[in-house]
């Protein structure tokens, strides 16, 4: 099965500021890779697939980026509702995998 | 608009089994892949197998093969997931996610169903 791994685990921020998020995927999977944000108590929300695709009405604040094992996650401009855990999901495999999570938190 | 909708929450024996469905509306399951995502309390998320429409077959991650049956009842748009021989371990909150037109990642979540092994 194809490892994900993110780094930092956890980051502590404050709102304005520029925050990146590293994936890396254990073989290269192209641009197969989507990127999760979710909030205590809720499910997961599709933020960026295709690596650097956003989904329709995630705002333009969140960026993602990178091809074949390293990738990216950049959200420009920390707001409050942005604090949350973050996740890379790799498709490249169809046994799906998931990194661990980055939590965002409040500096 | 999408929706899935899951079961309620469950509290079982270890050596038990649990039956989690989740409901289909704004689409028919068959126009969607289901998939079957779990979260242990402060862990991050598990996939754990989900419908391959390439293939036509349901493949499970290694780790639940032979515990894990998941399946579809089209006629009410319902998928269900089964896992047997539950331990503690097994404590978590079961996602049904889903997706159409062979995109391969999940744009749609069911709220999740805490499924809770104790004796």
């Known amino acids: 099965a194809i490892r994900m791994t993110q780094s930092p685990s956890s980051l502590s921020a404050s709102t304005g500021d520029r925050v990146t998020i590293t994936c890396r995927a254990s073989q290269g999977i192209s641009s197969y890779l989507a990127w999760y944000q979710q909030k205590p108590g809720k499910a997961p929300k599709l933020l960026i697939y295709?690596?650097?695709t956003l989904q329709s009405g995630v705002p333009s604040r969140f960026s993602g980026s990178g091809s074949g094992t390293d990738f990216t996650l950049t959200i420009s401009c920390l707001q409050s509702e942005d604090f949350a855990t973050y996740y890379c999901?790799?498709?490249?495999?169809?046994?799906?995998?998931f990194g661990p999570g980055t939590k965002v938190d409040i500096k | 608009q999408v929706q899935l909708v899951q079961s309620g929450a469950e509290v079982k024996k270890p050596g038990a089994s649990v039956k989690v469905s989740c409901k289909v509306s704004?689409?028919?399951?068959?126009?969607?892949?289901m998939h079957w995502v779990r979260q242990a309390p402060g862990k991050g998320l598990e996939w754990m197998g989900g419908f391959d429409p390439e293939d036509g077959e349901t493949i499970y991650a290694q780790k639940f093969q032979g515990r894990v049956t998941m399946t579809e009842d089209t006629s009410t748009d319902t998928a269900y997931m089964e896992l047997s021989s539950l331990r503690s371990e097994d404590t978590a909150v079961y996602y049904c996610a889903a997706y159409s037109n062979s995109k391969n990642y999940f744009d749609y979540w069911g709220q999740g169903t805490l499924v809770t092994v104790s004796s």
């Open positions: 999901q790799q498709y490249y495999s169809y046994r799906f995998t």
């Open positions: 704004g689409y028919t399951l068959t126009e969607l892949s």
């Open positions: 295709a690596a650097s």
